[in-house]
Structure formats: structure tokens, C-alpha cells
């Protein structure tokens, strides 16, 4: 079974910072790949996804995430955050075989973001 | 396009009774997956309905059921509610069709608190 590790609880970047989360996948194939951030009181808002081909993805709001086979990864980056990307964000890994809605969450980095 | 919307958003319910939430998907969305969202376990998979069938499980007791509607609309049922069911209950849905690696798009959620 698929699992997921953000090692990262809890960032803090200052507004304009560039900004990088870290997420580490368990699965024995290539996995469907997403990040979705969340916001108090919301639901999860998909920010980008992998699925196959170029392992550097461009998603919504600036971010963008690399896959790394070798590494077992795919952290998400900004090069410069806003203090709207205050949020809760989470990873999250898919195996193709059982297709992209029963995904396995990580639990979760809290982005706070310094004035 | 209007996104996924869950009634009721709040829910307060007493040990031992049952309740059922609902979730309109995405027009023209045929999958809605459910999750739920707990400070301790984080986001764990429910089940999943497309085309009024039960296409995947996650390791939730009996207690937990859902079901779908020919309009694609979904309800989940929660009996016997214990003190540990307060979680947020995130409904999501997908075109999901004959390729399976569409991304979910989810609610804004129903808070269940049990007392």
C-alpha cells in the first residue's frame, strides 16, 4: 500500500521568501501525484498533479512541484510567497491501478507567513 | 461552473444516533469519493460511488454507508455515532469515466461534532 511522509508540520517564510515543502512518497510504481492546500474552514483546493511525462509540474497560484523517482519525492515550490499562501497544505499519492480519487493524504505542513 | 457543495456545513449530534450528509457533485461529474478529516488521523478515504456503485473502500467500520444517486448526487450514513466520528466530512468528486486519473475537486465540507 501507498503512504506518504511531509516531514514538515509546521514553516515559516517571510512574505517574498521562496518557499519549498517537502513530501516523500512509499509505492512501488510510478504514483498519481498531487498537492492541495487548504484553508480554514474550506475544503482542499487542488494545486497541481502528476500523473506521467515531464517530471517538473506548473499548478495554480505560481506553484510548481518536481517528481523524483530516484528520491521517492515531490516537493512543492514558490519562488516568492504572498501572504495569501498562508494555509494548510498536503500531499497526496494515488496508485494508478485504483485511480486518482482513493488517495492516502500525508498529514498536512502549516505554512504561516511573516509580514 | 458551480463546484461541489455539501449540506448541511454544521452538524451536532448526540452518541448513538445516525445522520446523513449530503454532496452535489460538479455537473457532469460521475465520481464523488468521501473523506474524513480528524486532527489525529488526518485525511483518510472513505469510499468512492460511480454510477451508483460502490467502486472503492477505505477500512471504515459497517457503521459508515453511502450511496448514489442516478443524478450522480451522493449521501453518506453514519449509525450508531460514537464520540470519535467529530471529524470534518469532505465530499469529492471527478469525470472519472473510462480513464481513471481525473483529480478530485472537493467541498467545502460538513463539520459533524457528536456529543
Known amino acids: 500500500a501507498q503512504s506518504v511522509t511531509q516531514p514538515d508540520i509546521h514553516i515559516t517564510v517571510s512574505e517574498g521568501a521562496s518557499l519549498e515543502l517537502r513530501c516523500n512518497y512509499s509505492?512501488?510504481?510510478?504514483?498519481?501525484l498531487f498537492w492541495y492546500v487548504q484553508s480554514p474552514g474550506q475544503g482542499l483546493q487542488l494545486l497541481l498533479k502528476?500523473?506521467?511525462?515531464?517530471?517538473l509540474v506548473q499548478g495554480i497560484k505560481g506553484f510548481e512541484a518536481e517528481f523524483k523517482r530516484s528520491q521517492s519525492s515531490f516537493n512543492l515550490r514558490k519562488p516568492s510567497v504572498h501572504w495569501s499562501d498562508a494555509a494548510e497544505y498536503f500531499c497526496?499519492?494515488?496508485?494508478?491501478?485504483?485511480?486518482?480519487?482513493?488517495?492516502?493524504f500525508g498529514q498536512g505542513t502549516r505554512l504561516t507567513i511573516n509580514p | 461552473k458551480a463546484g461541489v457543495t455539501q449540506t448541511p456545513r454544521y452538524l451536532i449530534k448526540t452518541r448513538g444516533q445516525q445522520v446523513t450528509l449530503s454532496c452535489s457533485p460538479i455537473?457532469?461529474?460521475?465520481?464523488v469519493s468521501w473523506y474524513q478529516q480528524t486532527p489525529g488521523q488526518g485525511l483518510q478515504f472513505l469510499f468512492e460511488y460511480f454510477s451508483e456503485t460502490q467502486r472503492n473502500k477505505g477500512n471504515f467500520p459497517g457503521r459508515f454507508s453511502g450511496r448514489q444517486f442516478s443524478n450522480s448526487r451522493s449521501e453518506m450514513n453514519v449509525s450508531t455515532l460514537e464520540l470519535g466520528d467529530s471529524a470534518l466530512y469532505l465530499c469529492a468528486s471527478s469525470l472519472a469515466g473510462t480513464g481513471n486519473n481525473s483529480p478530485l475537486h472537493f467541498g467545502n465540507g460538513t463539520r459533524l461534532t457528536v456529543t
Open positions: 497526496a499519492v494515488g496508485a494508478p491501478i485504483q485511480g486518482a480519487q482513493k488517495l492516502v
Open positions: 455537473s457532469g461529474h460521475r465520481s
Open positions: 509505492y512501488g510504481a510510478t504514483p498519481y
Open positions: 502528476y500523473f506521467s511525462g515531464d517530471t
